[in-house]
């Protein structure tokens, strides 16, 4: 599956308007609730905003004063141009037990393991780390021998390395449905790592809980949940 392919699927046949090179400054309040965004290129008047910003949504939240529990963590994937020993009808396919994983991609395969690593702010250019590469192909490796056959003669010019950042909340699923604290403002955030395959049922419910605000009454996703005492959450194990 292509996120890239899978994104812009979602956008041409959503009808949505979308601005381009268009960034978010703000977001004004008046007596009623939320108001306006205020952009680079204009303010935007509205009753409703929902904050989908990556790991910049707790930026965004803090400018009307809400602290999301969230963090950044670093993740890095490895793409290796051509690797004939790759099938190209391999599943995509996951170690259970340490999270590695590996799927064909084009003529290659793509790669990566959720590392333990420190919390780091929002950024959009992410640092990458050339030992990564070895790592994960040891990790695939254990259930998939055939990477330590791959890395015996894999040159730097034909790994790709990239960077990004999960944003995860305390039990590691999506923070989702109305603010508590600003009327009109709602949440869409937090998926660690569950972006591709969580995002489009969460959108879904953020759009039912928009538009019918009475089934927040049995949303699970409420930011209000991290009120509750740590024991009472269900904490997502597996994030790759």
Not at 119 to 125: L, M, Q, V
Not at 173 to 182: D, E, L, N, Q, R
Request: some cysteine; overall charge negative; proline content about 7%.
């Amino acid at each position: 599956m292509s996120a890239h392919e899978l994104t812009y699927g979602f956008a041409k046949s959503s009808a949505a308007l979308f601005a381009l090179r268009t960034e978010a400054k703000g977001i004004t309040t008046d007596s009623e609730g939320v108001s306006a965004v205020v952009t680079n290129r204009g303010t935007v008047a509205t009753r409703r905003v929902m904050i989908s910003a990556g790991p910049f949504a707790a930026v965004v939240a803090s400018w009307l004063g809400i602290n999301l529990p969230l963090v950044n963590l670093r993740r890095q994937k490895a793409v290796i141009g051509r690797v004939p020993q790759v099938p190209r009808n391999a599943p995509m396919t996951i170690d259970n037990d340490t999270g590695a994983y590996w799927r064909p991609e084009v003529d290659g395969a793509a790669l990566g393991w959720a590392l333990p690593e420190e919390p780091t702010p929002a950024s959009e250019n992410v640092p990458t780390d050339w030992t990564f590469p070895a790592i994960v192909l040891e990790g695939a490796a254990r259930l998939t021998p055939f990477w330590n056959d791959v890395a015996e003669t894999l040159t730097q010019d034909n790994v790709f390395l990239s960077a990004g950042q999960y944003t995860c909340s305390p039990d590691n699923k999506p923070i989702i449905g109305p603010s508590a604290c600003v009327n009109g403002l709602y949440f869409n955030l937090g998926y660690a790592g569950h972006g591709i395959m969580a995002s489009p049922g969460g959108s879904r419910l953020a759009i039912d809980l928009l538009l019918h605000p009475e089934l927040d009454e049995h949303n699970q996703f409420r930011l209000e949940r991290f009120g509750k005492e740590t024991a009472e959450l269900c904490r997502e194990g597996m994030v790759i």
